[in-house]
């Protein structure tokens, strides 16, 4: 064991988890894995009070979520000792199944890959117009989960660690002039030269090497990236928290193969930098952050005395309710990410739970621009059989003052030569949607019109068709839905819905309540020009130092 405190913790709530996932444990602490391993379940005799699943009625702080914004928050939350309770509606993804895999790669989905769904439903929906790429499985609380709203797919991560088990891990620190158009009241300086860096370093942020970049694995990167040039267009690397440590061994042959094996979006085996390796253990290991998984918050409510009041259900693996809960909490942190927050205070202010929320609760949803294009390349200018799942490098066209893009160029693993470049586009769309509550369903709506994506399907277009031009390629149809060579029905990037500065103060302090915050991606104002998951850290990293030394 080492002698630094981060990495004691880490050391600490790593075995913690480890433990939970043995004994199928859904409390998460210090304390629980004590009682499980000092015999609470087999040796009755010891009379260790209380169930390792046990949890109080009340905690000074609950986080809601173990996504980035709740990690960062119970991290610093425990470090400052106060208890605090993380409530995470997926589950503890610790525990290989009968194949010796936590997770699915993309090519042979099963019930791990989503969650409760009867089939998957990746982007791509078609393999050159076959229907091969979903797949039925059984229902389960797989890692996954596509939300439909009328006009737009949602993709979320479920389980502890939110949407670090699923993404791609591109790690990219947002252009600091558009950071101080999309955030003004935040200190640029204290974001790049404090929260930046802190949020890299936690994350494990790396490059891909010169090695690794040469190989067989990013053929599909290099092609694209001649294309671009040829057509006079710019790329950048992209950093990740990917371990290319880790992927360098894949490729040796000395660890087994997981982003040079098709594994992302229903989770990795190995390599990938998630919460529940870094921000999450660390917590735990603080001693005063305990962790409910499987456990969905589904109403808040304050007292006369300002305590804030929360209904919890807690599944089993079938989606059965098991045990519903109360739990009370001084200080609530609603980290349950875009969706998840928006919704828990949309429906809170409707159904008068929390009346003084304000008017902006639920606005300002945007989709970062996301859209998905598909174009052939030349028969002498293969993608590769062998492609890594992770993305390090897009074409880089946001400059442009009429069409700025930054496109991340996405690898399609499939196992077979394709001829197919795949392009995830980050465009400057300056439509936003709105939530609204459904009453009769009791449900959230998410009110985005099909037209509102006209500026990334330009913007892109053009780009892409200066790249067909140049390359004498072609688009590619037969993948996605209705047979078209692009998606703009998805993101994977959803952003808003309480900005920072409206529904909330300029540190997310929910205006109309005392020691309420809002730590996730809903106070970015729906767009943030490149991938945002180390924007919603560092930020985060910002905010909880704020309240912790103020409130
Ligand atoms: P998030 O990570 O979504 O965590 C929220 C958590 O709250 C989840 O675990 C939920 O299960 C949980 N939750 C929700 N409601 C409740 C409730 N009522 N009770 C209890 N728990 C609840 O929030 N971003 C990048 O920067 N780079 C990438 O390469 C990238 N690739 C992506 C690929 C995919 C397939 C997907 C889906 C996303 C990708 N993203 C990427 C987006 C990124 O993962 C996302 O912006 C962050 O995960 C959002 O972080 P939050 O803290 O807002």
């Not at 997926?90 to 019930?111: R, V």
């Not at 969905?296 to 009041?309: L, M, P, R």
């Not at 202010?349 to 902006?360: A, M, Q, V, W, Y």
Request: glycine letters at 10%; one cysteine or more; proline letters at 5%.
């Amino acid at each position: 064991m080492t002698s630094n405190p981060l990495s004691r913790r880490k050391f600490l709530g790593l075995s913690a988890l480890t433990t939970a996932s043995a004994y199928g444990l859904t409390t998460v602490s210090l304390l629980s894995a004590q009682k499980a391993e000092a015999g609470w379940f087999s040796k009755p005799e010891l009379a260790i009070p209380d169930s390792p699943n046990a949890i109080a009625s009340h905690y000074p702080a609950i986080v809601i979520g173990s996504g980035y914004g709740s990690a960062v928050s119970a991290l610093r939350l425990g470090e400052a000792g106060i208890e605090t309770l993380m409530i995470e509606m997926g589950m503890l993804w610790d525990k290989p199944a009968s194949d010796d895999k936590i997770f699915t790669k993309t090519t042979a989905p099963d019930g791990r890959s989503m969650w409760f769904k009867d089939r998957t439903e990746a982007p791509l929906e078609n393999f050159f117009g076959l229907n091969v790429i979903n797949r039925d499985i059984e229902q389960y609380p797989g890692v996954l989960d596509r939300v439909r709203y009328d006009n737009m797919s949602v993709y979320v991560g479920r389980g502890v660690g939110g949407g670090s088990l699923v993404n791609g891990c591109m790690a990219v620190t947002p252009r600091r002039d558009y950071f101080e158009t999309i955030l003004p009241n935040v200190s640029a300086d204290d974001m790049y030269d404090t929260y930046f860096p802190l949020a890299n370093s936690m994350l494990g942020v790396n490059n891909v090497t010169e090695e690794l970049f040469e190989s067989k694995y990013y053929q599909f990167s290099r092609v694209a990236q001649k294309a671009a040039i040829n057509a006079g267009f710019k790329t950048a690397n992209v950093p990740s928290s990917y371990d290319f440590g880790y992927m360098q061994q894949e490729a040796d042959g000395d660890a087994p193969k997981s982003a040079l094996d098709g594994e992302v979006i229903y989770g990795n085996n190995g390599g990938k930098q998630s919460l529940d390796k870094n921000y999450i253990p660390a917590a735990i290991g603080t001693g005063h952050v305990t962790l409910r998984t499987l456990t969905k918050v589904t109403k808040i409510e304050q007292d006369a005395n300002g305590v804030y009041s929360l209904s919890l259900e807690t599944i089993d693996v079938t989606g059965a309710v098991v045990e519903t809960l109360q739990v009370s909490c001084n200080q609530l942190f609603l980290g349950a990410g875009c969706l998840g927050t928006t919704e828990l205070l949309v429906r809170a202010r409707d159904t008068g739970t929390l009346p003084l929320l304000n008017s902006e609760v639920g606005k300002g949803w945007g989709n970062n621009g996301n859209i998905m294009f598909a174009c052939s390349t030349r028969f002498w200018n293969g993608t590769g059989v062998a492609q890594s799942t992770m993305p390090v490098m897009g074409i880089d066209n946001w400059d442009d003052p009429e069409h700025p893009v930054f496109a991340e160029i996405a690898p399609f693993p499939t196992g077979i030569e394709t001829w197919t470049s795949l392009f995830l586009a980050i465009t400057k769309n300056p439509e936003r949607g709105y939530f609204t509550y459904n009453a009769a369903a009791d449900s959230v709506d998410l009110n985005w019109d099909a037209t509102q994506t006209a500026t990334s399907y330009n913007d892109s277009k053009w780009l892409f068709d200066k790249m067909n031009a140049a390359n004498r390629t072609k688009y590619r149809t037969g993948l996605f839905a209705d047979n078209k060579y692009y998606a703009d029905d998805f993101t994977y990037h959803p952003l808003g819905g309480c900005l920072l500065g409206k529904a909330t103060d300029d540190y997310g302090r929910v205006k109309g309540y005392n020691n309420l915050y809002v730590v996730d991606g809903s106070l970015i104002p729906g767009s943030v020009g490149v991938n945002p998951y180390v924007t919603i850290t560092a930020l985060a990293e910002r905010n909880i130092e704020h309240v912790i030394a103020n409130d």
